[in-house]
């Protein structure tokens, strides 16, 4: 069993910048790929971002060049820089993993996101 626990959400002006952490713990061997997804009023959940153990990054278009995802395999922790913050990045982000062996997906308990002026 995995827990997911997320900080860093809050309110930003537009322009701003939040960091987001999440750790991973509980009983696993290796948490596998990582990543950030987000729901907005109305909408349904989508991606933002992920990381593999070994680095490799996805990232929706709409945040590429603005969001920077990194991980701690360490600490089995995922962060998510985000800059130049839109009111359209308004949500709340959910961390997503994957635990092995088996790829058990798991979900944090999402911290909101709010971009306004």
């Known amino acids: 069993q995995v827990q997911l626990v997320e900080s860093g959400g809050g309110l930003v002006q537009p322009g701003g910048s939040l960091r987001l952490s999440c750790a991973a713990s509980?009983?696993?061997?290796?948490?596998?790929?990582m990543g950030w997804y987000r729901e907005a009023p109305g909408k349904q959940r989508e991606l933002v971002a992920t990381?593999?153990?070994?680095?490799?990054?996805n990232y929706q278009d709409s945040v590429k060049g603005r969001f920077a995802i990194s991980r701690d395999n360490a600490k089995n922790t995922v962060y998510l820089q985000m800059n130049s913050l839109k009111p359209e990045d308004t949500a709340v982000y959910y961390c997503n993993a994957y635990s092995q062996p088996g790829s058990r997906e798991y979900w944090g308990q999402g911290t909101q996101v709010s971009v306004s002026s």
């Open positions: 509980g009983s696993f061997f290796l948490i596998s790929v």
């Open positions: 990381i593999t153990r070994g680095g490799n990054t």
